[in-house]
C-alpha cells in the first residue's frame, strides 16, 4: 500500500575528517594544516567519522529508497560503507590530514549542481562555513555535530537525531525548509580567551514543522508569522525616525515589506519608510545617532539556539550606541519557535562591555506576532 | 498478576463515497412535495409574484438526490467515522470527550422542546426560559458568579465576549489607556486570537522550562497601566495547575486589569474549586466539554460566560429574568454590549447541561471531577511505565490534573518515526487519532489524552495496551506504520504544505464551488 513510486530521493554527504580533531587536546578549534598537525601530535583521533557513521545508521531504515553521493575515502565513503550503505556516485576526495576547506567548498558546490534533496554534513561551525560557501542556501543541509565549535544553528541536536530528521525530511517534507544561522568564531580570538562568534550567513536546513503535518491546529506556518511581526514593526514606525534594521532574516522581513534592499548580515538605515544607507559601519550609526534632534530606534532579532541579542552579526550596534539610545529605543523581534528553542528561554546580551551587559538585564518585549508580543528575560552572557 | 490484555479485531467500513453534490442526477429527488389543494392556494395568492423581486435568477446548486441514494450515503459516511459512541474518545485531551447520556438525547427530542419557536410569545414558552434560568443558578454556584449568560455559542465565542465586557468596562471607567491583554503560551491560544481580534495587543509569557507554569517576575514585568485584562487557563494546556493563581488575579487587579478565566474545560475542577474564589472576574464554561453536551463538529455548543456584579450590567442581551411568578427576557439593558446571538443562543445545548446537572447533583460533579483527575494520574503513570519511548517534560515530579501533555520525543530519536506515525496507525486499532498540542509546540512529538470520568480502568489500560504495541510496532515493524492505516476508513491525506502557497492552495477546495471553479468539476 505503499506509494514508492516517486524517484529516489537523493542524499549527499560531506564529512569533514578533521573536524573536532583540536577540541579533545585543548586546541580550540581545528582550522588550519598548523593547528591539525599539532592535534594528531598531540594524540588527537578524529571523532567525525564515528559521528557521521552513528548518523547514517538511522538512515539505513530507508536504504532502499535514498540514493547517496559522497566523496571518496575520509571525506564520507568511509563512513557509508561504516554505515552499511553503498553510495551511488562518489566525488574524488581525500583523507584525514590532507583535506583542506577548500574541498568541502569543492564538494558542497558539486553536490548543490547535482541537486541533492538533503547536503548531510558532519564538522563544526568551519565546516558549516565552507559548506556554506560552496552551496549558499540553493540546497537544503543537515549538520551531524562533529566540530569543537557548535554555534551554527544548522546543527542537529546529536548524531542519532541528525539521521533521524534527516529521514523524516527525506521520506516526508522534502520540500519545507527554513533558513539558520552560519556562525563562527575566529579561532586565533578564541584562543586568546575572547569568544565572540560572527554570523557569516544562512543556509537552509529542514523545518522542524515538518514533523506536524497532518494535525487537526496545523503550525503557524512561519513564512506568515514573520510577515505579520514586520507587519507591527511597520505600522508602528513614526515619521521622522530613524530605524535602524540589524542582520537577520526575522529583520529581513521588514524591508521586504517596505520593498526595500536589504543586508542580510549587516545594518540597513531606514526613515519614512525610505533607505537612507545600507550596511553601515558602528561610526556611520553613531554619527546619526549624535544628529542634533535626530531620534534614532534600532530592530533586532535573536541568533537561534543562542539568544544573543547583541554582541552576534550586530557587533555595529556598540556599547556607545546602545547607551546612548537605551533599550526603549531598541525593539526586538522574533518568531515563538525561535524563543521557544532558546536555553533557559532567555536572550543574551554581549556587547563587550561586561558592566553594560549587567545593566541592560531585566525583562523585555518581543514582537512575535501581528500586535503580539512576548516577555523575555535578557541577562549576561556569562551568568 | 496483571491479566493478558486482548486486543478487539477491528475493520472499518471504507467506502469510496462521492460527495453528496456529486451524486446528483438532475431532476431526482428525495421528496415530491405535494401541490397545494386549490383551496390553499386560492387563499394564499400569487405568492412567488409577490417576492419576485428577492427571487434567484438561477436554480442554486442544491444535490439532487433520491432518498435511498441518500440514506445510503449518510449511512456509509457515518461508518466511517469515529466518536465516543464507537470508540474511546481519549484521545482528544483537551476537548473532554465525556459520553452523553441518551436520555439526554431521547429528552431532547420531546415536542415540548423540539416545537419551541424563539418568536413565541415568552408566557409560551415558560418551560425553557426556566431551564435557562434554572441552570443558570447552578453556573453561578459552580463558579462563584453572579451572572450567567448562555448566549455565545462557542469557546472561542465566549472569550470574544468577555473580551468585549472588559473592554465595556474601561470605558465605562473612563479607561482610555487599557490597551494589552496578558496570557500565558500554554492557555488556549484562542484567548490570545479573540482578544488581538478585537484590537487588544498580545503579550504572552512563556513557559518556565522546568514548571511549565508562567513565570510570576516575568508576569509581573508584563502588568503595566496598560494592562486591560489576563486571560488565562488553568489547569493549563500541560495538565499543571498553577497554584499560585491567587497571587497572579491579585497581582493583575493592582494595576486595575481584568481578570478572564478561560475554564472551557472545567472538567478537573468542577465542585471543587471556583472562579471567584481565585480573585476572577469573568470567566467561561463550554457546556459542550464539562456539560455533556456533545461537540458537534463546531455544531450546537454554548460558551457560557460568567461574571461578578461589576460586569453584570454589561452582560449581552437578552438575559432570562424571573419576577417572582413568570420569567422574562431582559432586552432593556442600555449598558449592555448588545447582541452577540440572535434569540437564545442554542437552546439544546443549555438543556442538555441542565439534564446533566440535575441528573448527577452536586456530588455527582465534584464525583466526575475527582474521577476524571483519578484517572488521568493513571493513565500518565501507566502511559510512563509501560509505553517505550515517551517522556513528560515541565514538572517532572507534578502531578497532571484531568489531562497530561506527553511526548514521544524519544521513540522519534530512537526509530524516526513519531507523533503522527503513531496516529496513522491508531485509528487500525478503532481508536481516533490522539490530540497533539496546540500551536506552537512547546514539547517535540506532543500528545495529548484525557480519560475524562466516562472511561473505567479496562477502558484506560486498553488504551495504554494499544499505545504500548504501536510503539513496539515502531521498532519492530516500522514499514507497517509507514504505510498505515490498513485498517480504518481513513487514508493518508494528501501532504499539503502547511503555508498558503499558491502551490499547497492549489490543492485545496474550500467549497464546492471554489472545487468546480478550479477544477472544472460539476
Known amino acids: 500500500m505503499s506509494n514508492e513510486t516517486s524517484r529516489k530521493m537523493r542524499v549527499g554527504l560531506i564529512v569533514n575528517p578533521v573536524a573536532g580533531i583540536g577540541g579533545r587536546v585543548g586546541l580550540k578549534g581545528s582550522d588550519g594544516a598548523e593547528i591539525q598537525k599539532k592535534a594528531l601530535e598531540l594524540g588527537a583521533r578524529p571523532e567525525a567519522p564515528d559521528r557521521a557513521a552513528a548518523a547514517l545508521r538511522k538512515l539505513g531504515a530507508a536504504a532502499g529508497r535514498i540514493s547517496v553521493i559522497t566523496c571518496q575515502g575520509g571525506m564520507g565513503e568511509d563512513e557509508c560503507r561504516a554505515a552499511g550503505l553503498s553510495p551511488e556516485q562518489v566525488l574524488p576526495g581525500r583523507g584525514a590530514g590532507a583535506t583542506s576547506p577548500e574541498d568541502t567548498v569543492q564538494a558542497a558546490r558539486a553536490m548543490s549542481r547535482a541537486g541533492v534533496d538533503l547536503l548531510l554534513f558532519a564538522g563544526g561551525d568551519g565546516t558549516a562555513r565552507n559548506i556554506y560557501e560552496g552551496a549558499g542556501d540553493r540546497v537544503t543541509v543537515l549538520g551531524i555535530p562533529a566540530g569543537v565549535k557548535i554555534h551554527s544553528g544548522v546543527f542537529a541536536l546529536n548524531p542519532a537525531s541528525a539521521g533521524s530528521a534527516a529521514l523524516r525530511h527525506l521520506e516526508q517534507g522534502a520540500e519545507n525548509s527554513r533558513e539558520a544561522e552560519v556562525m563562527d568564531l575566529d579561532e586565533d580570538a578564541y584562543r586568546r580567551g575572547e569568544v565572540r562568534p560572527r554570523l557569516y550567513g544562512f543556509l537552509r536546513v529542514p523545518c522542524d514543522e515538518t514533523r506536524i503535518q497532518h494535525v487537526k491546529a496545523r503550525s503557524v506556518p512561519e513564512e506568515g508569522e514573520l510577515t505579520s511581526i514586520a507587519a507591527q514593526l511597520i505600522d508602528g514606525m513614526e515619521p521622522g525616525v530613524y530605524y535602524a534594521v540589524g542582520a537577520g532574516t526575522t529583520t529581513r522581513r521588514v524591508m521586504e515589506c517596505l520593498d526595500l534592499p536589504n543586508t542580510l548580515i549587516g545594518v540597513d538605515v531606514i526613515r519614512d519608510k525610505k533607505l537612507v544607507a545600507s550596511d553601515v559601519t558602528e561610526r556611520q550609526l553613531w554619527e546619526i545617532a549624535q544628529e542634533p534632534g535626530s531620534d534614532l530606534r534600532v530592530i533586532l532579532t535573536v541568533i537561534g539556539g543562542q539568544g544573543h541579542v547583541f554582541g552576534r552579526g550586530n557587533q555595529q550596534i556598540s556599547p556607545r550606541i546602545i547607551r546612548r539610545l537605551g533599550m526603549e529605543r531598541i525593539l526586538l523581534a522574533a518568531t515563538k519557535r525561535k524563543l521557544l528553542s532558546l536555553p533557559g528561554h532567555r536572550l543574551i546580551s554581549d556587547t563587550g562591555d561586561p558592566e553594560l551587559d549587567r545593566e541592560l538585564a531585566g525583562y523585555y518585549r518581543v514582537a512575535v506576532g501581528a500586535r503580539e508580543q512576548m516577555i523575555c528575560r535578557l541577562t549576561a552572557g556569562d551568568e | ?522
Open chain 2, 1 to 522: 498478576m496483571a491479566k493478558e490484555i486482548e486486543i478487539r479485531e477491528f475493520h472499518q467500513a471504507r467506502w469510496n463515497e462521492p460527495i453528496v453534490l456529486e451524486l446528483t442526477v438532475p431532476g431526482e429527488r428525495g421528496i415530491l412535495v405535494a401541490k397545494a389543494e386549490q383551496e390553499v392556494a386560492e387563499a394564499a395568492g400569487d405568492v412567488l409574484g409577490e417576492i419576485a423581486g428577492v427571487r434567484r435568477k438561477k436554480r442554486p446548486a442544491l444535490p439532487q438526490v433520491s432518498q435511498p441514494r441518500l440514506v445510503r450515503h449518510y449511512s456509509r459516511v457515518t461508518q466511517e467515522m469515529m466518536g465516543s459512541d464507537n470508540t474511546l474518545g481519549i484521545s482528544q485531551g483537551t476537548c473532554t470527550l465525556k459520553y452523553n447520556p441518551k436520555v439526554q438525547e431521547h429528552m431532547m427530542r420531546h415536542p415540548g422542546l423540539m416545537d419551541v419557536h424563539p418568536l413565541q410569545d415568552t408566557d409560551t414558552m415558560q418551560g425553557i426560559l426556566e431551564i435557562y434560568y434554572k441552570t443558570e443558578q447552578i453556573m453561578k454556584e459552580l463558579a462563584g458568579m453572579e451572572r450567567f449568560s448562555f448566549l455565545p455559542v462557542a469557546g472561542g465565542h465566549a472569550i470574544y465576549t468577555n473580551a468585549q465586557l472588559v473592554r465595556k468596562y474601561h470605558e465605562s471607567k473612563g479607561n482610555t489607556h487599557k490597551t494589552e491583554i496578558v496570557t500565558t503560551l500554554h492557555s488556549h491560544p484562542v484567548d490570545a486570537a479573540a482578544s488581538s481580534t478585537l484590537g487588544y495587543k498580545i503579550i504572552t509569557l512563556m513557559p518556565d522550562e522546568k514548571t511549565g507554569l508562567p513565570n510570576f517576575e516575568e508576569y509581573k514585568a508584563a502588568l503595566s497601566e496598560k494592562t486591560a485584562a489576563i486571560f488565562i487557563t488553568n489547569p493549563e494546556d500541560t495538565g499543571i495547575f498553577n497554584d499560585r493563581i491567587h497571587e497572579f488575579t491579585e497581582a493583575a487587579h493592582q494595576v486595575d486589569a481584568v481578570c478572564v478565566y478561560d475554564q472551557a474545560n472545567a472538567n478537573a475542577l468542577l465542585g471543587v474549586a471556583r472562579a471567584g474564589e481565585a480573585g476572577f472576574d469573568l470567566m467561561h464554561f463550554n457546556l459542550h466539554k464539562t456539560f455533556s453536551s456533545p461537540h458537534g463538529s463546531d455544531g450546537p455548543g454554548c460558551g457560557a460566560i460568567g461574571c461578578t456584579g461589576a460586569f453584570e450590567a454589561f452582560l449581552p442581551k437578552p438575559t432570562v429574568e424571573f419576577d417572582g411568578s413568570k420569567y422574562y427576557l431582559d432586552y432593556d439593558r442600555k449598558d449592555s454590549i448588545g447582541y452577540v446571538k440572535l434569540f437564545l443562543g442554542n437552546a439544546t445545548a443549555v438543556t442538555r447541561a441542565y439534564m446533566w446537572c440535575m441528573s448527577l447533583g452536586w456530588e455527582g460533579m465534584r464525583q466526575a471531577a475527582v474521577i476524571s483527575v483519578l484517572n488521568n494520574q493513571y493513565m500518565t503513570k501507566k502511559i510512563l511505565e509501560k509505553v517505550p519511548g515517551v517522556s513528560l517534560h515541565y514538572g517532572k515530579g507534578e502531578r497532571r490534573m484531568e489531562q497530561t501533555r506527553l511526548s514521544f520525543d524519544k521513540l522519534f530519536e530512537e526509530t524516526g518515526l513519531g507523533i503522527v506515525d503513531v496516529n496513522h496507525r491508531l485509528v487500525d486499532y478503532g481508536i481516533s487519532e490522539l490530540w497533539m498540542s496546540h500551536h506552537p509546540f512547546t514539547v517535540p512529538e506532543p500528545f495529548t489524552p484525557e480519560p475524562c470520568e466516562s472511561y473505567n480502568k479496562d477502558d484506560i489500560d486498553y488504551y495504554v495496551e494499544v499505545l504500548r504495541r504501536i510503539a513496539v510496532e515502531c521498532r519492530e515493524d516500522p514499514e507497517t506504520i509507514r504505510t498505515a492505516p490498513h485498517k480504518c476508513a481513513r487514508h493518508r491525506p494528501i501532504d499539503i504544505p502547511a503555508d498558503s502557497t499558491e502551490e499547497s492552495f492549489g490543492k485545496l477546495a474550500t467549497t464546492w464551488r471554489a472545487y468546480v471553479k478550479r477544477f472544472g468539476k460539476s
